[in-house]
Antibody, heavy 119, light 110 residues
Framework: EVQLVQSGAEVKKPGESLKISCKGSGYSFTSYWIGWVRQMPGKGLEWMGIIYPGDSDTKHSPSFQGQVTISADKSISTAYLQWSSLKASDTAMYYC????????????WGQGTMVTVSS | QSALTQPPSASGSPGQSVTISCTGTSSDVGGYNYVSWYQQHPGKAPKLMIYGVSKRPSGVPDRFSGSKSGNAAFLTVSGLQAEDEADYYCSSYAGGNNWVFGGGTQLTVL
């Protein structure tokens, strides 16, 4: 079964760092792009960026450039989203999703990782 | 890039049809035939319902259809059923490995 499994919920304080993960299985992880999507509480989906695990080619949305870092470790079929200094406004659900290039759509989604940043 | 524009809400009675619009620009919706639609039930991850403007992934009922005209795309749900009540988001490829989502539409089945 093709699936993306994300790491568990996190509760952090402002200023702390964080790295959440997204592990792919059931397919060739290096052959598909993985995107990250933010959903703030009660709000819509926002595209954050995308990475090709095969060669770590990465594109961040201008809205998130410099705010987060997207990376991947193809040896363990895992993509990452990380923050060096969290803010309260980073509180949100974060989804990873496999992108089918050619269809340019996100066809497989992880279950989401809830990040809560509070003092 | 700016988010695509969707109406915040839409509604219809069981069995009826409802159409949700998604307006972008010539740099996204109008420039590429890569509009997708996602369904999201409360507390769940989004699910791909339409890709490539009008194509359905395997397993998506044919009650769901998509179309595009100029800088606007549309999702039509025919024969509304109770389980169709959810939030719907459009998305478009915007070139250069960029994507953009719409603000979402809450569909209510009356």
């Amino acid at each position: 079964e093709v699936q993306l499994v994300q790491s568990g919920a996190e509760v952090k304080k402002p200023g702390e760092s964080l790295k959440i993960s997204c592990k792919g299985s059931g397919y060739s992880f290096t052959s598909y792009w993985i995107g990250w999507v933010r959903q703030m509480p009660g709000k819509g989906l926002e595209w954050m960026g995308i990475i090709y695990p095969g060669d770590s080619d990465t594109k961040h949305s201008p809205s998130f450039q410099g705010q987060v870092t997207i990376s991947a470790d193809k040896s363990i079929s895992t993509a990452y989203l990380q923050w060096s200094s969290l803010k309260a406004s980073d509180t949100a659900m974060y989804y990873c999703a496999r992108c089918h290039r050619g269809k340019e759509s996100f066809e497989i989604w992880g279950q989401g990782t809830m990040v809560t940043v509070s003092s | 890039q700016s988010a695509l524009t969707q109406p915040p809400s839409a509604s219809g009675s069981p069995g009826q049809s409802v159409t949700i619009s998604c307006t972008g620009t010539s740099s996204d919706v109008g420039g590429y035939n890569y509009v997708s639609w996602y369904q999201q039930h409360p507390g769940k991850a989004p699910k791909l319902m339409i890709y490539g403007v009008s194509k359905r992934p395997s397993g998506v009922p044919d009650r769901f259809s998509g179309s595009k005209s100029g800088n606007a795309a549309f999702l039509t749900v025919s024969g509304l059923q109770a389980e169709d009540e959810a939030d719907y988001y459009c998305s478009s490829y915007a070139g250069g490995n960029n994507w953009v989502f719409g603000g979402g539409t809450q569909l209510t089945v009356l």
